[in-house]
């Protein structure tokens, strides 16, 4: 696998800043739908258990969008500390066409789906 350049760095930095400000806003639009119902609020039976469901959904899909959040957050760091690039675990450039995908990824694939299958 390539190295990238710094040009490379440049444009996956610009799509880890996009991606993060977007997570961001689904966070933030979402905080409302992810808090607990009220058991007192006057709906009926269904439409509680409904909201229950709904609740349940906002709260797991936060939970995915902030952790890649901290991902992203952490990359953007290793960007300005120049670690950007490289697998975390085995050190070999992770490269480019996979960082495109996932700019927020630490593992280069054979990593990743090492530790996927342990
Ligand atoms: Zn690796």
Do not use: W
């Amino acid at each position: 696998m390539e190295e990238i350049t710094a040009e490379q760095i440049g444009t996956l930095r610009v799509l880890i800043q996009l991606s993060c400000a977007e997570l961001q806003a689904l966070l933030e639009n979402s905080r409302a739908s992810s808090k607990p119902v009220a058991l007192d609020e006057p709906i009926g039976r269904l439409s509680r258990m409904d909201a229950l469901q709904h609740q349940q959904m906002a709260v797991a899909s936060r939970q995915i969008q902030s952790q890649r959040l901290q991902l992203l957050r952490n990359a953007l760091k290793a960007i300005e500390r120049d670690e950007y690039g490289n697998c975390r675990r085995c050190e070999e450039p992770i490269g480019y066409q996979r960082l495109k995908v996932r700019p927020e990824s630490p593992f280069c694939l054979a990593c990743q789906s090492r530790s996927e299958r342990s």
